[in-house]
């Protein structure tokens, strides 16, 4: 309650002399206030190297490196508009690389080109790719390039409205003083160093459909005089303190001259364009999928809006419900007293629809099992819905430590669910082989299979209906290539090593698919 209190009272502070003082000390700092205000256009090159913390092999194991990538980005203070032209360098989920081109207005975003492995129906047909970002994605640009933007500092100066005290931000014994900054709702905690009066870190309060209530900061340092003023060449994000993308800033020039056109977003895309999104927002999924590249742009981060009107259940048979229409989909097992369900993708608004989906269809039966088949983001997002009501959650060998920390942390921030339980008294089953979980009706095995994606997979099997349950590592349905890649051979290793014999599996990605299908590649 003190902690909440305190914060009222910083939020509704104005612009003390104290916070004044820091900020136009780090725009002399910077160069000046007149070094900045003559600044109309500036043209930045530089490098980019991100990994992704959720996409471990062992549950909160090392980050995978995800990609390189060089940028160069021309922005016309003027017009309000940018463009940023990227070549990445993908290492994960597999090597290929996006060449493309961004273009950020203050009322639409617009990418040309290929960016993702998860494209959205627009994308996919327009000829060259293309399509508008979405009204997320736009507000999550934004809200990035306002972090790293000098013109931050002029326009705190001149506004001192938004600008408030901030407790002090100590890293590594250092205290630094910081101040809040507040522009199109979004809030940032800017702390100055000391001793140069530059800035050092700028701070925003972000929600991870994993670790809960996040930190997400840029830390600048390794300042140079380039372009006329001051510029942070290497440049940090820490999520909670650990670095996972690394910046270096190699080329800044002022006052280059900007075709028109190329800041100009085609007329027929931003027709139909969506204005920035608003409000309490998953900006960490939005970043952390374009990290690997299999971000969807889209209004609702399950499935695209614009291509289909949301999730819905398939069914696969009596009892048998496949939760798809997104991106990620869910399977819910009915049995005699209660419900399984195989993981929890996205975030929680996504369980939420599950859950609903499941009292409509199978009244009320509580969830007593969810089967997670490992711990990646993109699959587990939507825990916390469920440990809310007191499911169970099934989880290979080891990984319960992980998911126990998981649910201790704070998830005040969570766009989806109120912070209204304490989670750190959930159960929890840990497969080492095989699990059977049966009502003496049906019965619903789990595997664990050994794989190269990741540690302690699980593959979910019903023996009566002959039916696999798998995630990540082949999406039933989806195109397969001329031969099994190392994921799919694991699933084929797993059946033969339990000696099952499943007809079908459904996916956490794509739909069902005949198993034969599968086999049918071996040995091509
Ligand atoms: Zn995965």
Same mark, same amino acid.
């Given at each position: 309650m003190l902690l909440l209190a305190s914060l009222v009272v910083v939020s509704g502070a104005t612009a003390s002399p104290r916070s004044d003082n820091l900020v136009s000390k780090a725009v002399q700092a910077l160069g000046g206030e007149s070094?900045?205000?003559?600044?109309?256009t500036v043209a930045v090159k530089g490098t980019m190297r991100q990994w992704e913390p959720e996409q471990s092999v062992l549950p909160g194991g090392d980050m995978r490196?995800?990609?390189?990538?060089?940028?160069?980005?021309?922005?016309?203070?003027?017009?309000?508009?940018?463009?940023?032209?990227?070549?990445?360098?993908f290492v994960y989920p597999f090597p290929r690389t996006y060449t493309f081109s961004e273009i950020v207005t203050p009322d639409a975003g617009y990418v040309a080109g290929i960016d993702s492995m998860g494209r959205t129906k627009q994308s996919m047909e327009s000829n060259p790719p293309a399509h508008a970002m979405s009204g997320l994605r736009l507000a999550?640009?934004?809200r990035e390039m306002r972090r790293a933007s000098p013109m931050t500092f002029l326009d705190m100066l001149r506004n001192s409205d938004r600008v408030s005290d901030a407790p002090d931000i100590t890293v590594g014994g250092v205290s630094y003083p910081a101040v809040n900054y507040t522009a199109n709702g979004q809030t940032f905690t800017v702390a100055f160093d000391s001793k140069t009066n530059l800035p050092a870190r700028i701070r925003t309060q972000d929600y991870d459909n994993v670790w809960g209530d996040v930190t997400f900061d840029l830390v600048? !340092?390794?300042?140079? *005089?380039?372009?006329?003023? *001051?510029v942070a060449t290497s440049q940090q994000y820490q999520l909670n303190g650990r670095t996972i993308f690394e910046r270096k800033i190699t080329d800044v020039q002022t006052n280059v001259a900007v075709a028109a056109d190329r800041l100009m977003i085609p007329a027929e895309v931003k027709a139909s364009a969506p204005k920035p999104a608003t409000g309490?927002?998953?900006?960490?999924?939005?970043?952390?999928?374009?990290?690997?590249?299999?971000?969807?742009? !889209?209004?609702?981060? !399950?499935?695209?809006?614009?291509?289909? !009107?949301?999730?819905?259940?398939?069914?696969?048979?009596?009892?048998? *419900?496949?939760?798809?229409?997104g991106s990620h989909n869910s399977l819910i097992v009915e049995m005699k007293d209660y419900l399984i369900v195989f993981d929890a993708p996205v975030?929680?608004? *996504?369980?939420?629809?599950?859950?609903?989906?499941?009292r409509q269809k199978f009244g009320a039966k509580p969830v007593k099992y969810l089967v997670l088949t490992h711990h990646h983001m993109d699959h587990v997002g939507g825990l916390r819905a469920y440990a809310a009501q007191g499911t169970t959650i099934v989880v290979g060998k080891g990984a319960a430590e992980h998911f126990r920390r998981v649910l201790a942390a704070p998830y005040r921030r969570n766009p989806d669910l109120p912070a209204s339980r304490d989670l750190t008294g959930t159960q929890f089953i840990e497969v080492a082989e095989k699990q059977v979980l049966t009502d003496g009706q049906r019965?619903?095995?789990?595997?664990?299979?050994e794989n190269p994606h990741a540690h302690a997979m699980l593959i979910g099997y019903l023996p009566a209906e002959r039916l696999g349950f798998v995630t990540d590592l082949w999406s039933p349905g989806a195109p397969m290539g001329p031969t099994l890649n190392p994921n799919q051979a694991a699933v084929i290793a797993t059946v033969k090593r339990f000696g099952i014999t499943p007809l079908k599996f459904a996916g956490g990605h794509g739909s069902t698919a005949d198993y034969a299908a599968l086999v049918a590649l071996e040995g091509k």
């Open positions: 070094a900045l205000v003559s600044i109309k490196l995800a990609n390189d990538s060089t940028f160069e980005i021309v922005v016309d203070y003027g017009a309000r508009a940018s463009r940023t032209d990227v070549v990445k360098n999550t640009t934004q600048l !340092s390794d300042w140079h *005089q380039m372009g006329g003023r *001051q309490n927002l998953h900006y960490q999924w939005v970043i952390r999928r374009q990290v690997i590249g299999t971000y969807l742009d !889209s209004d609702n981060p !399950s499935f695209d809006a614009r291509a289909t !009107s949301g999730l819905r259940l398939n069914e696969l048979g009596p009892g048998i *419900q496949h939760v798809v229409g975030n929680d608004a *996504q369980s939420n629809w599950t859950l609903d989906a499941a019965e619903v095995v789990v595997y664990v299979a």
